[in-house]
């Protein structure tokens, strides 16, 4: 008793693999995407933060950062503060007084009576750690003195 193999087709069986190169060439493209356009989705305030000789700290990315811009701007998180609110808005942050605990970036050029007052309103509404935000200095960037 003797089987057939298709029935007069010879040798010629169904293909009955999937041909997967084109789902990987896909796959592939999206990945460079997401590589190349996930750093230009970090969005923040934009500063030129002074260097200073320091020991690396580690910052979480989940902390808030209090930003103060050259122009005297003050930020928390991303959110634009008005100065005379600023203490009212820490206070109110369930998250800063849940941590207490505040990272703060100011601009190089502000002015540094501006940047106190600021760090007086930060103590003033119950932060008990704060940090301050530099520019790392590397052999190529050493500060400068003026």
Known sequence: MGM???????????????????????MLVLLIIFMVSAPMLTTGVDVDLPNARAPA?????????????????????????????????????????????????????VRYGFVVKVLAIVRRAGIEKLGLVTNPVGEGNAPTQE
């Not at 010629?12 to 896909?26: G, K, Q």
């Open 4 to 26: 057939s193999s298709g029935g007069g087709r010879g040798n010629r069986a169904p293909l009955s693999e999937i041909n997967v190169t084109p789902m990987v060439d896909v």
């Open 57 to 109: 700290m580690e910052m979480n990315q989940e902390k808030l950062l209090l930003t103060v811009t050259e122009d005297e701007k003050v930020y928390l998180g991303e959110t634009l503060v008005p100065y005379d609110r600023l203490e009212s808005a820490i206070a109110s942050n369930a998250r800063i007084q849940q941590e207490k605990e505040l990272y703060v970036q100011a601009d190089e050029g």
